[in-house]
């Protein structure tokens, strides 16, 4: 059985670094992991594990950008790139070919039109799923969109809309933990200032549809009717779909990637389907006479 696991989410939410961190503690538990990039604009130096699988041998955003017939920017061009993997899987299959029994870490680009708005993930997963790997998703968000409750939720909303898509197992993973935890260290602060902190976070790791109530007046002075009908229209719609949970990932603390990898692990039933291993004394023992 082969395992693959997709990192995605919004730009510089932290997957590559997230990935980085996946196979170093994938190489300290003596299993083995590869790194695949997916994304075609990643720069060359930005990866601390050589990929094996690189979307960038078939197709890169440069080359895109800079043919004349193609007239892309940036995004666009991300996206053609996506479009032209997937009229090339066969490219992919090949090039999946030669790892068994592996965790292949997808590192995924950062343009959330291709988890919203595209039939791309679905569609990779399919063909995934057709080469018989087992496939789960991760998707970041930054802890510092928790400094806003409207970034916030509009992650939170993004998240969810990229999950329905999939009918894959999930993770919302809330990346950069430790940025939180250097506020919440403030001294200023004091004790009690960071239980509060704490209690907090928990409302936003799983998420309180009423942090998006309380907003509403406490920095936008006029109310608008509209928009605050949207906010109870969101709060309802989180209140009946409790989907999105994040776990949190602080990379300063061993512990935090390894929570987070033995939920993948979970989700993904990792070694279920391993050979049951032989007990050492089970012939010439009493008990087969009894
Ligand atoms: N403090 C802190 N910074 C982080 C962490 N993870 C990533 N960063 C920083 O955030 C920035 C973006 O990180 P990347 O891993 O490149 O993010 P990405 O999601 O791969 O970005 P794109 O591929 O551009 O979408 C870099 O400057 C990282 O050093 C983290 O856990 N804590
Ligand atoms: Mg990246």
Not at 35 to 61: G, H, Q, R
């Amino acid at each position: 059985m082969r395992y693959a696991v997709l990192v995605t989410g919004p730009a510089g939410a932290g997957k590559s670094t997230f990935c980085a961190s996946f196979m170093t503690h994938l190489n300290l538990s003596k299993r083995t992991g590869h790194l695949v990039n997916l994304d075609p604009a990643a720069a060359p130096t930005s990866f601390e594990y050589e990929p094996v699988i690189d979307i960038k041998e078939l197709v890169s955003l440069e080359d895109v950008m800079n043919d004349p017939d193609l007239h892309y920017g940036p995004n666009g061009g991300v996206v053609y790139c996506f479009e032209y993997l997937l009229q090339n899987m066969d490219w992919l299959e090949e090039e999946l070919g030669s790892f068994e029994d592996d965790y292949l870490i997808i590192d995924c680009p950062g343009q959330i039109e291709l988890y919203t708005h595209h039939p791309f993930l679905p569609t990779l997963v399919k063909n995934l799923s057709r080469l018989g790997i087992r496939t789960c998703a991760t998707y970041l968000i930054e802890s510092q969109f928790m400094e806003d409750k409207y970034k916030f939720f509009s992650g939170v909303l993004s998240a969810m809309s990229a999950m329905v898509n999939l009918e894959i197992p999930w993770i919302n993973v809330m990346s950069k933990m430790d940025l939180v935890t250097a506020n919440a260290a403030d001294p200023s602060g004091g004790a009690r200032n960071g239980l509060r902190g704490r209690r907090n976070i928990a409302r936003y790791l799983e998420p309180d549809p009423m942090l998006l109530s309380m907003a509403h007046g406490d920095e936008r002075s006029t109310p608008n009717p509209r928009f605050h009908a949207l906010n109870e229209a969101i709060v309802k719609l989180i209140e009946e779909h409790p989907l999105v949970s994040f776990l949190p990932l602080d990379l300063t603390n061993p512990d935090s990637i390894e929570t987070v990898v033995s939920h993948i692990d979970y989700t993904m039933q990792y070694g279920e389907d391993e050979e049951p291993k032989e007990p050492h004394d089970l012939d010439g023992g009493d008990f087969a006479d009894e």
